[in-house]
């Protein structure tokens, strides 16, 4: 076991761990912030996308003890207290969730993106959810989505 | 997954040290292929020694002739690198095309070299453009490095700290990518090198990187797709699997290759 200290939305969160425990855990269990999901624990399908110091990675295939010392944000971190950011907003707006288990890995991965200026058409935001699966929607209206709310955040 | 113990150094020096110490160590760096394969148990390291923490191992650096790229630096950062993106285009597009955006945020690659996975995509980058692999004590050429299945010619303990690329006169990468994982099923990286030598180095489609010296000899000959029409490469000893057989695999590497000869023009 060893002792893990994380700091997440900026909150610090210390726990007893053993080695092998993953951010993703740490996160839902330790911290039990559980708009993070697991979806397939395989690196595959990025439902458990949150950011390390801003940048968009699969908290899976992280372990907890990796993101001591950095900045964890999860999907809690990037909600205002009341109502929705303005990409919730968008994805609200667009039918962007079905049956919404993806969607947190979504907004986090299309934030990294909208942040990186990479979410200019619809090709680069295709191709910034290539590690993001949706089962239910066919990501059209998540393409959608992300194009509004980009245009939203630069709106300011 | 097994247990470990999880160590983070601050310094080569104690990383080297752990590493050198009894059961099985393993360095850990991105973790994008290492953590997946200790969830399968395909590895069960005793230790883990995790080389964030160590100073000096990201960055790019250009010199006159050479882009050194640190072993820490990840994949998105190579792909974003203006540097890279002038000197060798082909590099960044190669890097760009790893994985999907969330892995190439923690990939590394020095942790793809030391991996060396058959279907990886730096391998075939850094035998066509004949760069060096550097450690803390040495300099491995690229030839000498990739050794076979998941084999190269790092002893245990020994960390990448730099790779050497040489800047080519022109360059291209094709790749036929697995469509969910995006490694590939072939891989054709094609150089001149400021010398003139050209090199081709395929990945994805054997046990281990290798170069086609037949299409080598005849690009060097003639750098155009067409020096490539009468020959092509035997399936003998390639990958067959449900992506693909041995002979599908061999006819890309000839489209592939064409493809990236085209490109460089």
Redesign the interface.
């Known amino acids: 076991m060893?002792r893990v200290t994380l700091d997440i939305n900026g909150r610090e969160h210390a726990a007893e761990v053993?080695?092998?425990m993953l951010l993703v855990e740490f996160v839902r269990r330790c911290a039990g912030l559980t708009g993070t999901h697991v979806g397939c624990?395989?690196?595959?399908c990025?439902a458990c996308?949150v950011h390390l110091d801003g940048?968009?990675?699969?908290s899976c295939?992280?372990?907890a003890?990796?993101a001591?010392?950095h900045a964890v944000t999860t999907i809690e971190g990037v909600s205002p207290d009341d109502g929705l950011s303005p990409l919730q907003a968008a994805f609200k707006e667009h039918h962007a969730l079905q049956c919404g288990f993806c969607t947190p890995g979504m907004i986090m991965?299309a934030l990294?993106?909208i942040r990186r200026g990479a979410a200019t058409d619809e090709q680069a935001v295709r191709?910034?959810l290539?590690?993001?699966l949706c089962r239910c929607t066919g990501y059209q209206n998540i393409v959608a989505a992300i194009l509004a709310g980009a245009a939203a955040m630069a709106e300011g | 997954m097994h247990p470990y113990r999880y160590h983070r150094p601050g310094s080569l020096a104690e990383a080297e040290e752990v590493l050198a110490g009894d059961g099985d160590p393993r360095p850990l760096a991105g973790g994008m292929s290492l953590i997946p394969v200790m969830k399968h148990r395909l590895a069960a390291p005793s230790d883990l020694v995790d080389l964030a923490a160590i100073g000096g191992l990201t960055g790019i650096t250009v010199e006159p002739a050479t882009l050194g790229i640190r072993a820490m630096t990840r994949h998105a950062a190579v792909a974003a690198s203006p540097s890279v993106r002038e000197r060798i285009p082909a590099l960044a597009a190669l890097a760009g095309g790893i994985g999907d955006p969330l892995v190439r945020n923690r990939g590394t690659i020095g942790g793809s070299l030391a991996n060396n996975d058959p279907a990886a995509c730096y391998p075939s980058a850094v035998l066509a453009l004949d760069a060096e692999i550097v450690t803390a004590g040495r300099r491995i050429p690229a030839d000498n490095f990739f050794l076979g299945l998941f084999e190269t010619a790092l002893e245990p303990g020994e960390l990448i700290v730099e790779v050497r690329f040489p800047v080519p006169a022109a360059a291209s990468y094709r790749k036929f990518p697995n469509p969910a994982s995006r490694f590939s099923v072939v891989g054709v990286f094609v150089a001149r090198l400021a010398d003139g030598a050209v090199r081709v180095a395929v990945t994805g489609a054997g046990p281990c990187v290798f170069r086609v010296k037949a299409f080598e000899r005849a690009l060097a000959a003639s750098f155009a797709p067409g020096a490539l029409a009468d020959l092509s490469v035997a399936a003998d000893g390639l990958t067959s699997d449900i992506h693909g057989s041995a002979a599908y695999r061999a006819h890309l590497i000839g489209v592939l290759a064409e493809d990236a000869v085209a490109d460089c023009a």
């Open positions: 060893m053993d080695p092998r624990d395989t690196s595959q990025g996308t940048i968009a990675v699969k295939t992280v372990f003890a990796q001591e010392g991965s990294d993106m191709a910034g290539e590690g993001n």
